[in-house]
């Protein structure tokens, strides 16, 4: 199994902050975002290479960080993909980033581990991985308890066997506060559907779309991530972050 974090995103909503430098390398609690989700990737078994796709912008600044943080967890290797993007216009989107890393590296072949370079998580992700095994697909869900909230999110709904029957991106009406968030497992079965969802003209971004596509032609187990899920996507939720982390 590999790894795939996702921090080609330009995070416009955070201008100023972000013009020169990626969000995910932003610092929160005391390291970059992208330090979080990696050290949480520690002791997942059968873990092979931690792909990293970033844009032309700040492709370089990756590789220094990986560089930097290799230094002091060598068991973790590295590969930080440029996607040639160049600005928020001509990105290629979340999803779009999937496929080109899965077809420019060749990476078809094995399981992939997903996760967006600014989702923070209080919790290892072997649980995750662990329950994500041997599915075809699976993705990580969070309570947000509040129904104003959801509406931000992709809103599930799942079976007694942990399976989505329903996922609708940002409604109007939610039906419930389970939030399916930027965290996934693909098998090399669902991995190759990339290119399909994406030859049909569907939206290329919001790594959930996917998923929304998925549940009605896979089945898609869920697993619910505990502890604190933090989503930085404005200035307040960052502060709000680092509070949060600073303490741990």
């Known amino acids: 199994m590999n790894a795939l ?91 779009g980033d999937i496929d080109f890393v899965v077809r420019e590296e060749n990476l078809a072949q094995s399981s992939l581990l997903v996760v967006a370079g600014d989702n923070l998580f209080t919790e290892s992700l072997k649980g995750f991985v662990a329950c994500a095994n041997g599915t075809e697909a699976t993705v990580g869900v969070y309570d947000v308890g509040d129904s104003e909230a959801i509406k931000k999110y992709g809103n599930v709904l799942i079976n007694d066997d942990g399976i989505i029957t329903h996922l609708e991106e940002k409604p109007q009406k939610p039906r419930g506060t389970l939030a399916a968030i930027a965290l996934y497992y693909y098998s090399p079965v669902v991995l190759s559907l990339l290119t399909t969802y994406l030859a049909a003209g569907n939206n290329p971004d919001q790594p959930g779309r996917f998923v929304q596509w998925l549940y009605t032609r896979k089945p898609v187990k869920t697993f619910q991530v505990k502890g604190k899920w933090l989503d930085i996507g404005s200035k307040e939720t960052l502060e709000n972050a680092d509070a949060i982390l600073a303490k741990r």
Do not use: C, M
Not at 46 to 64: C, H, P, S, W
Not at 75 to 89: A, H, M
């Open 5 to 95: 974090i996702l921090a080609a995103g330009y995070a416009t909503r955070l201008y100023p902050l972000t013009l020169s430098k990626a969000k995910p390398l932003l610092v929160v609690g005391g390291k970059p975002i992208i330090e979080w989700v990696v050290d949480n990737l520690e002791g997942v078994p059968g873990l092979e290479t931690i792909y990293v796709v970033a844009n032309d912008k700040f492709a370089a600044d990756f590789q220094t960080w990986s560089e930097h943080y290799r230094n002091g967890h060598p068991e973790f290797k590295f590969k930080i993909v440029n996607d040639g993007s160049k600005s928020d216009e001509d990105k290629l989107g979340a999803i």
